[in-house]
Each structure stands twice: as C-alpha cells, then as structure tokens.
C-alpha cells in the first residue's frame, strides 16, 4: 500500500458536480490521503474564474470602486456549492473576516489565495479530511523566494499528525505571516511540495484533459496524450514551448523521485501520462514523445577561412555573447563556419552591436544573419540512437518541401532540434507529428 | 585571350612519352604559356620516383656509402629521356656539378630539388620554353618560411621578361642562396605562386586522374571526379581527410581568385575538375559535392538539468579545452545536454584528465564518454538549404541500419556533418554516396 498526493485543477472543482467526481476519484483509491485543491475554475467558456474575480476585488478596492457586488458572486458560487454538496460548514465566518481584511488593505496575494482557502474548506468538510492551512506550512522569505528546508520540515510533522488532509494549494505565508503566493506553477507546486515532504509514491495531478499532450492542439488536430514521459523529455519540450507542468511544480517531485500522474477529472477511467525520472519504451508507446516547436531565433553564422583546428573561436564567441548577457541556444558548427542560435527576446535592439562586437573581436571573412528561424524540438529518449529515426522525420519535411535551415543532434541525445523558416513552423510540427505518430 | 600556368606532377612527366602527352597539351592552347614541372615519377608501379631516389643518394653520403650507382640511375633516366625527345641539352655539364656538390656536403633540400631542375631543362629544351630556375625568385627566410610578397614581385618581374617559360617545382633558395624545398604541397605550390604572380587566368593542375574524386576510391568503388568544386567545398573535404590538393598550394590561386583546374594528362579531353571560389551549381552535376569521412573522434556529452538558459556554460566547456590546447571539432547542444566532440590525436593518454577538470569546474548531473565516433563530412554548397538532401542522406544511412550518433549542421551551410560508429563508417560512406550520385 502506497500513499498518493492528488492535486487538483480549478475545472475539476469548478462547481458541486465536478467537486462529486473529485470525491468518486478519491474514494475509489484508500491510498488518495492527501488532496490539494485550486480555486474554482470556469464551469462554462464564458464563466469567470474565482481567483480572477478575487483580482477584481481588489482592483475596485485600489480605484475606490465598490467590489461588494462582485465578492457577492464569489460568496454566491461558494454558498451554491455547499447548499448541492449538502454539507455543513460555517462559511459566514470566512466570509465576513475575508471582507474585514479586504476593507483594510490587505494584500493582493492575500486576497488572491482565498479561492484555494474557501475551496479546500468546503472540500474537506464534503470528504470529511481535516483542514490544513498551508499558510502555516509554507513558509517563504521576505524577498518572495520559496524556503524549501524548513516548508518540507514544517509539512512533514504537520502532516504525519492527520490521517487525511485536504489542503489549499497556491500559496504559504511569510515568516511575519502575511499570505504569499506562488508565482509560477500556482497549485501544482503545492502539490509537488507535500508529494516531496511526505515521501508519497505518486503524485496525481488532476486536469481536465487525459494527460499532456504529443503536440500543441492549436497546431496539431487533436493531438494524442503521452502515456508516459520522463523528467528529462518534459524538460526538453517544456523548454521549447510546450505547456506543461511549470519547472518549479516538477521539481520537488523530481528531487524526491516521485512519479507525476496526468489525469483527466471528467475521464478517470483514462491511464493519463506518467511523468517519471526514468526512461519508459514501452511497445505501445511511439518512440517519440512529444514534438514542440518555438518562433524567434535568429542565426549569426560566422565564416573565416581555416578556421577549423583554431583553438579558441568558439570560447571568443560565447564570450562576446556573455558580455551582452545573450544566453547561446545552439552553436552548430562546419570545418570553417560557427553558427550561434540566439533568442530574439534577449537580441532586441541589439543585433548591430553584438554584430559590431563580432567584428571587432573575430577576424571573421563575412558574417551571415538569418533572422527568420523558427526552432522544432523533436523529442523521445534513446529515440536520437534508434535507426530510422532521422530519416524518418527528414523524409517527412521533405514531403512537404520545408527547407532545413539547421540540425543540432547531440551525442547523448533524447533530441534532434531542426531549424526551419517561420512560416514553416507549422507545417513542418504536423509533418513529424504525422510521421511518429500514424 | 588568356594566360594559363600549367603545372606537371612526376607521373605525368614520368619518361618521353609522357612528356611527348605534355607537349601536345602545352601546345594544344597557346594560352600554356607557363610550365611549372615535377621530377619524373613512377614509370610504372615497382619503379623509383626520381626524387626519392636523390633522398637516398644523401642518406647514403651521411652513412659513407657509395651512392654512385643510385646515382648513375637518375643520369640514365634523364639521359634515356634526351636521347627518345631528340633533344640537343648539356646534361652532363648539369651532372657533374651535382655531383660536385654532393660530395662536398649539399644539403637535403638540395639534392631533393635536383629532379625539378633537371626535368625543367629538359622540358624546356624539349618544347622550345625559355628555363627560369625558381631558386633565382622564390624566398625562403632564415627559418624556412617562404616570403610571399618578394617572391611574388620577383616572379612577376622576371616572368614578364618571357613570353614562354618552364620553371622547376618545389623549391626556392634562401637569402644565402641555399635551396629550400617546400615542406608541405611540393609543385602544386610553385604553380599557384606562379599563377598569381603572373595573374593567370586559369591554374591547369595536370595528374594522373581526371579531376578530384567525389569520395576515396579504397572506400567507394570508382568514385566519379567532380566537375567543379569551390574553395570552401574543397575545404570542407580536405579538413575531413579527402586527399586533395594541400591548403598551400590552393592558397595562391584563392588569394588572387585564380581558378584551378585538375586534369588527366593521360586523358587530355576530360574536363577535370574546375576549382573556383564561387558557387557552381551546374544541372548536371549532383547537388552533392563530396563525401568524406574521419575515424578517431571522441565525443564527452556533459548534462545538467536547468543548464539551458545559463550563460557562460559552452564557455566555460571551451576554456577548459583550450586549458588542455584541444582544439573543439564540434559541440552539439540539446536543452539540457552539452556535447563537445574532439579529435582523439588531441586527447593521447587525457582524456581522464580532461573529464576530471569538467568534473570539477562543471556542475554536470553526468558526463557520459563515446570514444567509438567517426564523422562524415557531406558537402556541397547551397546543399544543405535544398529540402531533400537531409532526407535523402538520412534515409540512405537508415536502410543501412546505420546508427546516427550526432548531426550538425549550421545555417549557413554547405556541410552536413553525420557521427556514426567506427566500424559503420565505409558503410555510411557508400551509402550516402550511393544516394546522391545514383
């Protein structure tokens, strides 16, 4: 018998019928003990999320706008949801001192948090788990910076003292005890926090899709779910603009070794994708992961005769880029040419200066700019080394007669990253995409 | 009308009836106005190049051994060759004060030169040329490094002075007026010192083959010749271990943008190969110039999560190579994976220290060693922008089976650079020659 953390999203908690399905879910598995719950998210498309109304709150407040009416509608959703859950918790109270502190002054991150506050109140009167605030857990500096020691202690004991806990994700409390929240990776980060300080054996993150997908869905038509990933791949395509979990909400679980689980809230019969530290081939599974692709790159490809066999040229180049504080994406390489594969975002206004600075500093024979270069990830453990692979995905863009502007494979590689024109980038994600995948 | 220098090497010029071949060229276009000659080489293939045998006639000196009879073999030859071309030259004048200086302790550099010499005074005599020694115009300073700018005056000036000349290859004098030879690219050099003096309007390099071969003829069964290639193809190639002309002797053609062209002395109406500083992209030649490939490379592939986005890491990689003086061949980079690839020649007996320097000076999770890569460099100009050519080459390589360890290639390439396993590396090469040129 293991122990589960299970996290789950503000769609899976939006309203009294979903926080059911939560309950089914929980039930269904003794080893689900520990439950971290979001603010109520959307129940429709055109519905507000209650930690966004919170926000609005405390706009108006700024502005001397009057917020009752809007902090009605949060207590109204709340007071729904109770009423259908059938359960008997006090909110009037919560209520009430939450308006007491909006009138004086309190924090956005306060007021921001009390979606998850209320949320994991009315949760776990509704599971009957014991409350625990993660205010009094979570513990974080004065400059906002999470104090990963003493939180991971400070959950560890409290929670070793419950049998059953539900618990507000998103935020903690400054060691003077004013509320803070996370500011990347919201709830998930919570999550992974427990799953690290009570050694669970699974981390559940509950979604509303069956796990993380192939391929961006805006790009991709509906794109397969990954039926398991490992810490290593996540971070490759995360890297080049998937959405996934945040890095931070990966990696307390990852330090603690801890799988992560995706599922799907409205589909729980659904496997979801395994995320964990190891490499997974299973023979269902394609040896390809996931594709994601990024717009914005510029390349400086730097040619000198006999250049080859120079020692040196690629540490002056990194080091001109250092002094413009320009991180280096890639630095492909032939006999005499150096390549530098830069973001856009940290080029902005400077292309001519570091251009200026290769030129003064290289003694280069001509210096090329391609700044329409678009980067796609293609990306699966051990996939670099399987025969076939490269071919495979080369042959694919060729049959759609896309241009390869650079390859980048590494020697250990879980990843052969292609350079293409911006307006291939589409094109090109949903050619490999259907090469792996069908 | 146009200025040729046309350039002999030792198989071409072996016995009379190929120097009969030579002077039906010269005299085939009245543009040859410039022969540059090698010493007579191999007749056939047990027999002795006249220039090694002159290195044997001075080891035998060093050891007092009596090098007469080597050396009435050289008088024969360039005797047999006088008498069959009918030609009216005191060789004999010629003879004995080589001899004369033999005994009186010429050096090295001196009896290697004797072949050209002779061979260009016969040569001249023969096709009716004005004789200009190169030791009266190409400088050496003291430490043997050829002064370019006063050979070039000296060759300028004096050429001018004749309207045909044979010279003798690979050699110069110092200030002294001792003769130096070149230490690396022989005749070649001497004609394109030649050719760029004189600003010809094309290099004729004249062999034993029809131009430079598309891939090495003990890998790939009778390879074609290219029909032109430029200087940064042919850089590419040669860096890569194709035996082409040396760096040196292509230099002072490159300099002056003098194109060289390599033809077949026994094959006069083959076109060769064209050497030019362009890009020649004729339809009827392959897109794909040259396959060529190196056994002997290592690759160290350092990953650390979270590196991607820091600054200074390849950097930091570079330095500690440079700390070592290895020079980087490549260095492919995924998100959180560095890989540096070297040359083993570089790392003899340190590769336990370089690793302890990463593993010191980098924070890296792992650095995994594969000592067992080859590259195969496959270059054409322009190539790498056309969509197929990764496709073609990949998909080559997999219905080999062939493993691919690592690519690289740049955006401004003319350069796919493949890593596979030592033992595959015939394999590859017949593979994606069998790709392209079929």
């Known amino acids: 018998m293991g122990v589960k953390v299970v996290k789950f999203g ?59 009416q809007i902090f009605q509608g949060i207590k109204d959703r709340f007071t729904a949801v109770k009423a259908n859950l059938k359960i008997d918790v006090d909110l009037d109270k919560h209520f009430k001192e939450i308006e007491e502190n909006l009138s004086n002054g309190a924090s956005e991150d306060y007021i921001a948090s009390r979606g998850e506050f209320l949320n994991a109140i009315v949760i776990s009167s509704y599971l009957g788990y014991d409350f ?25 004991e409290e929670l070793k003292k419950h049998d059953r806990v539900v618990l507000p ?27 690290k300080a009570i050694d669970a054996d699974m981390y559940e993150n509950w979604t509303d899709v069956s796990g993380l997908l192939m ?8 794109p ?40 799907n809230t409205n589909r729980p019969d659904d496997d979801g ?20 692709g990024c717009k914005g790159f510029t390349s400086i490809s730097i040619y000198q005769s006999m250049l080859s066999g120079q020692k040196g040229f690629i540490r002056k180049v990194s080091e001109i880029l250092e002094d ?54 293609t ?12 071919a495979a995905l080369f042959s694919a863009l060729y049959e759609e007669n896309i241009n390869i502007k650079m390859i980048d494979q590494g020697s250990s590689e879980l990843n052969i990253i292609v350079g293409v024109a911006t307006a291939d980038l589409e094109k090109a994600i949903n050619a490999i995409y259907k090469a792996f995948v069908n």
């Open 10 to 68: 503000g769609s899976s908690l939006a309203d009294a019928i979903q926080i059911e399905k939560t309950k089914n879910i929980i039930e269904k598995d003794p080893d689900r003990k520990y439950v971290v719950v979001s603010a109520p998210g959307k129940r429709f498309s055109e519905d507000n999320k209650i930690t966004d109304l919170l926000y609005l709150c405390k706009t108006h407040i700024e502005h001397n706008l009057d917020y009752r």
């Open 215 to 222: 391929a961006d869905p805006r790009i991709v038509d509906n």
């Open 224 to 263: 397969k779910p990954m039926k398991n990933v490992s810490y290593k791949e996540l971070r490759e395509l995360s890297y080049m603009g998937a959405k996934v979990l945040h890095e931070d909400a990966i990696f307390p679980a990852r330090e603690a070794d801890i799988p992560i689980n995706i599922r």
């Open 132 to 156: 625990v605030d993660s205010a009094d857990l979570i513990v974080f500096d004065e400059r906002g910076n999470l104090k990963k020691e003493v939180t991971n202690q400070n959950l560890r």
């Open 169 to 195: 994700g998103f935020y903690g409390a400054n060691e003077s005890g004013d509320i803070i929240t996370f500011s990347r990776g919201g709830s998930d980060v919570t999550g992974a926090l427990v799953a």
């Open 273 to 292: 994708t395994f995320i964990t530290s190891g490499e997974n081939l299973d023979s269902e599974n394609s040896i390809v992961k996931g594709i994601a």
């Open 324 to 377: 413009f504080d320009i991180p280096l994406e890639h630095i492909p390489n032939g006999i005499d040419t150096v390549s530098v594969i830069i973001d856009n975002k940290y080029l902005e206004g400077r292309l001519d200066d570091v251009l200026d600075m290769f030129d003064k500093r290289l003694s280069a024979d001509t210096i090329d700019v391609d700044d329409d270069l678009a980067l796609i990830a």
């Open 379 to 390: 990306v699966g453990l051990g996939m670099a080394r399987r025969p076939g692979t490269a």
